[in-house]
């Protein structure tokens, strides 16, 4: 009987993990993600600061960085703010561009839903790939 009821507590627990970690805000202090090639090698990755997590960064701010240069990528992010009113796309200058971190928004803000992908853009053809959603909050 106890075996039973272990088999079925532990899969209800890992689908109650894996919807409270996979949906709503994250409300990380840092989210991140990586920004892949079609052949799983990383063009780039982005970091997420919320609040006054990194204030070296700024305040809610991001930095994207070009892992792969040389590839003919631009790496960036795109990110909305609905609460308010925010919907924007960041790309780093071009391929080989380093890193570059810049604050989404540098006040004071009641907690609000932060929607942003990672994303790559072409440097040759009209082309840009998006990651998954990663939702945050900014405060």
């Known amino acids: 009987m106890r075996f039973r009821l272990l088999r079925v507590a532990v899969p209800t627990a890992v689908v109650a993990l894996t919807l409270a970690t996979t949906s709503g805000v994250a409300h990380a202090a840092t989210s991140h993600q990586v920004v892949y090639h079609a052949d799983g090698n990383w063009a780039g990755e982005v970091w997420f600061n919320a609040g006054t997590h990194n204030m070296a960064k ?37 391929d080989c561009s380093g890193e570059s971190s810049f604050s989404v928004v540098s006040y004071d803000v009641a907690p609000s839903a932060i929607h942003w992908w990672g994303l790559k853009a072409s440097t040759t053809e009209n082309l840009t790939t998006y990651e998954s959603q990663v939702n945050d909050y900014v405060d």
């Open 58 to 94: 700024g305040r809610n701010s991001f930095t994207v960085k070009d892992t792969f240069c040389g590839d003919g990528w631009k790496v960036g992010v795109h990110y909305e703010i609905p609460a308010l009113n925010i919907y924007r796309t960041f790309l780093l200058n071009g």
